[in-house]
T-cell receptor
């Protein structure tokens, strides 16, 4: 099993550009999450999904959009990149609610906006 | 607002000793706590989950406690090894579908 696969691993964007961070899992997990991790700030939840067709905002959703058309994929869209979106982005998944079991994380996407 | 705090930015422990990391929470009574390990440049890896009705959980050299009176979880690594050096994250959650992470504690096991 590949687990949670994130692409790309690194990306440099110019201010105002758009991009999509890809996340795919092959574990038939229902729940999927997007976090960003800034140095010394911990993981902040951006968006999450409890199943295909269902998404909800987390703590820091502004500037991002998501969709969940299939169980496997949960892409994160940045429409107008800003320097404040420079961060490491992690996608995670779990089979059920987080009080059942822990998350499986991807290896992250390091994004720099210049 | 819900707040979760982990003790100190870095903890240095001599190899072979027990490392103890602390996670405190305020303004909230989480239904469960999770602990993760994160190595530099990698995603977090899930270690243990403990629910509010459980006092203690163990997995090999790892032990987690959950004290709802003190509003605290302790994470212990016994017989610590240099390979245990990493950042350890505490996360708590309630009755909804998401968890909140602490900032983490960097643990250095000194040979």
């Amino acid at each position: 099993n590949a687990g949670v696969t994130q692409t790309p691993k690194f990306r440099i964007l110019k201010i105002g550009q758009s991009m999509t961070l890809q996340c795919a899992q092959d574990m038939n997990h229902n729940y999927m999450y997007w976090y960003r991790q800034d140095p010394g700030m911990g993981l902040k939840l951006i968006y999450y999904s409890v199943g295909a067709g269902i998404t909800d905002k987390g703590e820091v959703p502004n500037g991002y959009n998501v969709s969940r058309s299939t169980t496997e994929d949960f892409p994160l869209r940045l429409e107008l990149a800003a320097p404040s979106q420079t961060s490491v982005y992690f996608c995670a998944s779990s089979y059920g609610r987080p009080d059942w079991d822990g998350y499986t994380f991807g290896s992250g996407t390091r994004l720099t906006v210049v | 607002s819900q707040k979760i705090e982990q003790n100190s930015e870095a903890l240095n422990i001599q190899e072979g000793k027990t490392a103890t990391l602390t996670c405190n929470y305020t303004n909230y009574s989480p239904a469960y706590l999770q602990w993760y390990r994160q190595d530099p440049g990698r995603g977090p890896v899930f270690l243990l989950l403990i629910r509010e009705n459980e006092k203690e959980k163990r997995k090999e050299r790892l032990k987690v406690t959950f004290d709802t009176t003190l509003k605290q979880s302790l994470f212990h690594i016994t017989a610590s090894q240099p390979a245990d050096s990493a950042t350890y994250l505490c996360a708590h959650g309630g009755r909804d579908d998401k968890i909140i992470f602490g900032k983490g504690t960097r643990l250095h096991i000194l040979p």
